[in-house]
């Protein structure tokens, strides 16, 4: 809760510096973080960008419904062992649908914010839009899957490996522990951290990568080069006058901008 507070409390600064030439264009970032507190994705949809509603709505319910269908299917079952697997996965897609959920507020907050001050990303004709939720998302379910979302194969195979490494290393760590119970565990909690290092890794470089991808699409900077560099000048015109004439030196700094 005390998060939660922090969160519209930044909300709340955002919303004082908020200052946006044209009032048409203007939102509030405190109501669009709080549309989006109230329901996944509706501070996108007051953003007026419906897109990215639906992905932070689709994934944050989609996830919470998953979790609820397999921890009631986890209760019902009359195996021990299914019902710690399925209460484990039903706590990590309740993870993910918390986590988006909370994303989705931030971003809300942060896009009011910068269609205020920079106008909202428009993208040049025939560009596919590449979504971070969407990207967060796939990588998060399997450690690469929002690499090869993104067109990195190569990222994405060796997130892939890591994963596959350390998801067999939890298995033969479990069952080393008939042998040493102490030992057992301890292997597998130091593959559990590569496995959750991996996954944390691969979700943050998803994210972060279509967020660049689709600013610099919508924004690309001019390719706007500056040099400064000495000059020094020979003037040859006093030779002229007469013998006696010396020709004079000029220094200074020369100054080009090419763009």
Same mark, same amino acid.
């Given at each position: 809760?005390?998060? $939660?507070?922090?969160?519209?409390?930044?909300?709340?600064?955002?919303?004082?510096?908020?200052? #946006?030439?044209?009032?048409?264009? %203007?939102?509030?970032?405190?109501?669009?973080? $709080?549309?989006?507190?109230?329901?996944?994705?509706?501070?996108?949809?007051?953003?007026?960008?419906?897109?990215?509603?639906?992905?932070?709505?689709?994934?944050?319910? /989609?996830?919470?419904?998953?979790?609820?269908?397999?921890?009631?299917?986890?209760? !019902?079952?009359?195996?021990?062992?299914?019902?710690?697997?399925?209460?484990?996965?039903?706590? *990590?897609?309740?993870?993910?649908?918390?986590?988006?959920?909370?994303?989705?507020?931030?971003?809300? /907050? =942060?896009?009011?914010?910068?269609?205020? %001050?920079?106008?909202?990303?428009?993208?040049?004709?025939? *560009?596919?839009?590449?979504?971070?939720?969407?990207?967060?998302?796939?990588?998060?379910?399997?450690?690469? /899957?929002?690499?090869?979302?993104?067109?990195?194969?190569?990222? /994405?195979?060796?997130?892939?490996?890591?994963?596959?490494?350390?998801?067999?290393?939890?298995?033969?760590?479990?069952?080393?522990?008939?042998? @040493?119970?102490?030992?057992?565990?301890?292997?597998?909690?130091?593959?559990?951290?590569?496995?959750?290092?991996?996954?944390?890794? @691969?979700?943050?470089?998803?994210?972060?990568?279509?967020?660049?991808?689709?600013?610099?699409?919508? =924004?690309?900077?001019?390719?706007? =080069?500056?040099?400064?560099? #000495?000059?020094?000048?020979?003037?040859?015109?006093?030779?002229?006058?007469?013998? !006696?004439?010396?020709?004079?030196?000029?220094?200074?700094? =020369?100054?080009?901008?090419?763009?």
């Amino acid at each position: 809760m005390k998060k $939660t507070f922090l969160i519209l409390g930044l909300l709340l600064a955002m919303e004082g510096s908020a200052m #946006p030439a044209d009032s048409v264009k %203007h939102r509030s970032p405190f109501l669009a973080g $709080t549309f989006s507190y109230l329901c996944p994705g509706a501070g996108q949809f007051y953003n007026k960008e419906k897109e990215k509603g639906w992905e932070y709505l689709g994934v944050t319910a /989609g996830s919470l419904v998953a979790a609820g269908m397999v921890m009631n299917w986890a209760e !019902n079952t009359p195996d021990d062992g299914d019902w710690a697997m399925g209460l484990l996965a039903g706590g *990590y897609l309740i993870g993910i649908g918390a986590t988006t959920w909370v994303a989705g507020i931030v971003d809300a /907050g =942060r896009s009011a914010w910068k269609i205020n %001050h920079e106008g909202p990303l428009v993208y040049p004709e025939g *560009y596919q839009r590449k979504s971070p939720v969407i990207a967060g998302t796939l990588s998060a379910l399997l450690p690469g /899957g929002g690499q090869f979302y993104l067109g990195k194969t190569e990222q /994405g195979v060796r997130h892939l490996m890591i994963f596959a490494a350390s998801a067999y290393g939890m298995i033969a760590s479990l069952m080393m522990t008939d042998q @040493s119970y102490l030992g057992g565990y301890m292997a597998f909690t130091v593959w559990e951290c590569l496995w959750l290092g991996n996954t944390i890794w @691969s979700v943050v470089d998803g994210v972060k990568t279509a967020n660049a991808r689709n600013l610099a699409a919508a =924004r690309p900077k001019e390719d706007v =080069r500056v040099q400064l560099a #000495p000059a020094l000048e020979l003037n040859k015109a006093p030779l002229a006058l007469g013998a !006696n004439a010396s020709p004079t030196f000029s220094a200074g700094l =020369r100054l080009a901008v090419t763009f």
